[in-house]
């Protein structure tokens, strides 16, 4: 069972709490300003920006391609956002980041020196926001050593440049609400971030949540675009799309001593009407003694048949003329392999993102183990609660068998991300669930996180 911690009183993601005392530390920060500071708009702050100097070429670029727009100062004072960024700079560590890293009391000047509303400081005080605001970024979208497998760079988060993470924030809807979700970060980031301020939290799930946020640092933002996320730890799938969640389902995963790894690959293809080959630890305990005791029915009832050899050339043996007992004892290993079928365990379809582990997601005949609350079942692959319902957000149609022939594969027009991850404390209904380490993995990394700090002790 999952425990869990209240995110806040009205089911929202919990804020925390300013560490600055925003209103007398700058006072008269985005209060009343002359009103001519008002009047003269952006007109008189772009003018200051083209003379004051930037430091840094790839600031200097972001401003001149928006033709020195500033974006934090709106009709001659600063903007609320000014402030959003203030307090997550200084709760830095919560991100394990050294707060004095990012340079506060430099942008503190900056902004006493803005109050004033005069074109000059306000320029200043823009730039200074700016820097800070893409050190921020550039500093918590590093992972810290991740424990994802990645089949590619592609797939592994990206530091952006300082001009990419400025032109981000400037594109977005709405400067507040980016802020308010991180959303320069993946959309659980915020959420667990805002749960560790919470000062009721006792060691053990400080220390969990600081676990989770550097798994979720592991995965990138992907503003945009369509992937696959599957959480070990819950046995859960989510299907996202342009940063949400389009669609959920339950999925069973590796046991305990036969774990799904963390790992992140494209999904490039499926097939249909798939064959299993039985993994070699079952052909000897549960197949041979079987066979041992019924015969051939046995083979026959569960359409299996087999084979020479593990190569795509192998040929089907006649089961009379294998020694049992020996594939009982361990002594001979034995490929076996089920034929399509209704009873087949990868039921009518496996989708390949292909890895050295093996690894990949698949329709299962045995619907009642998602009604389990422990769902760690499986030797490793996952298998889905409703393939045909992944099957069609995956092609954006419903999945047709070019024919009845075995393994028949469909290509995917354009690979799509699967990240296999492992939370064992996640926001969940506007809580925070904290889960039973099943494969006993958060020992492990709290000691790596402790021992590669990334500047906070």
């Known amino acids: 069972m999952a425990k869990s911690v209240c995110v806040n009183g009205a089911g929202r993601p919990f804020r925390p709490a300013p560490l600055f005392l925003i209103a007398a530390a700058f006072a008269g920060v985005g209060a009343a300003v002359p009103a001519s500071a008002v ?5 008189d702050v772009s003018a200051a920006l083209q003379r004051t100097g930037i430091d840094n070429r790839d600031v200097r670029a972001f401003y001149q391609a928006r033709g020195w727009r500033p974006l934090w100062v709106r009709g001659g004072e600063v903007a609320p956002e000014a402030f959003q960024l203030l307090e997550l700079i200084d709760s830095a560590s919560l991100d394990g980041v050294d707060p004095d890293r990012l340079r506060p009391g430099r942008l503190d000047s900056a902004l006493r020196r803005a109050e004033g509303g005069a074109p000059r400081d306000l320029a200043r005080a823009e730039v200074a926001l700016s820097e800070a605001f893409a050190n921020y970024v550039q500093a918590i979208r590093r992972p810290h050593a991740p424990e994802l497998r990645y089949e590619s760079e592609a797939l592994a988060p990206v530091v952006p440049t300082k001009k990419a993470a400025l032109e981000a924030a400037a594109g977005a809807p709405s400067l507040s609400s980016y802020f308010q979700a991180m959303g320069w ?12 301020a919470n000062p009721a939290l006792d060691p053990g799930q400080e220390a969990l949540l600081r676990v989770n946020l550097e798994r979720v640092r592991a995965i990138p933002a992907q ?20 940063g949400k969640v389009k669609d959920t389902m339950r999925v069973v995963v590796g046991k305990p001593d036969q774990q799904t790894p963390m790992m992140a690959g494209f999904i490039r293809y499926a097939i249909t009407n798939p064959y299993w080959n039985v993994p070699p630890d079952l052909a000897q305990n549960r197949v041979a003694p079987a066979v041992l005791k019924e015969g051939a029915a046995h083979l026959r009832a569960n359409r299996y048949e087999i084979l020479s050899d593990w190569t795509e050339n192998a040929h089907v043996l006649d089961p009379k003329s294998i020694d049992w007992r020996a594939v009982a004892a361990g002594r001979r290993e034995l ?55 992944f099957a ?9 068998a070019p024919s009845k022939a075995p393994e028949q594969k469909v290509l995917l027009p354009e690979p799509v991300p699967v990240y296999i991850t492992y939370f064992t404390a996640l926001p969940e209904a506007g809580r925070i669930a904290f889960r039973s380490d099943v494969y006993r993995r958060d020992q492990a990394r709290l000691a790596s996180l402790a021992t590669g700090s990334r500047g906070t002790r």
């Open 39 to 43: 009047a003269q708009g952006y007109g």
């Open 185 to 196: 970060m993946h959309p659980l980031y915020a959420q667990l971030r805002a749960a560790l």
């Open 223 to 242: 503003p945009t675009g369509r992937y696959v996320l599957v959480d070990a730890a819950s046995a859960r799938l989510w299907m996202y799309e342009n």
């Open 392 to 400: 069609r957000w995956l092609f954006k149609k419903p999945l047709v």
């Open 335 to 389: 490929r076996i392999r089920q034929l399509p079928g209704k009873a087949n365990s990868m039921g009518t379809a496996k989708f390949m993102f292909p890895n050295d582990l093996g690894i990949y997601l698949h329709d299962t005949p045995d619907k009642h183990l998602m009604k389990l609350g422990d769902r760690h079942l499986s030797s490793g692959c996952v298998r889905l609660e409703d393939a045909t319902r």
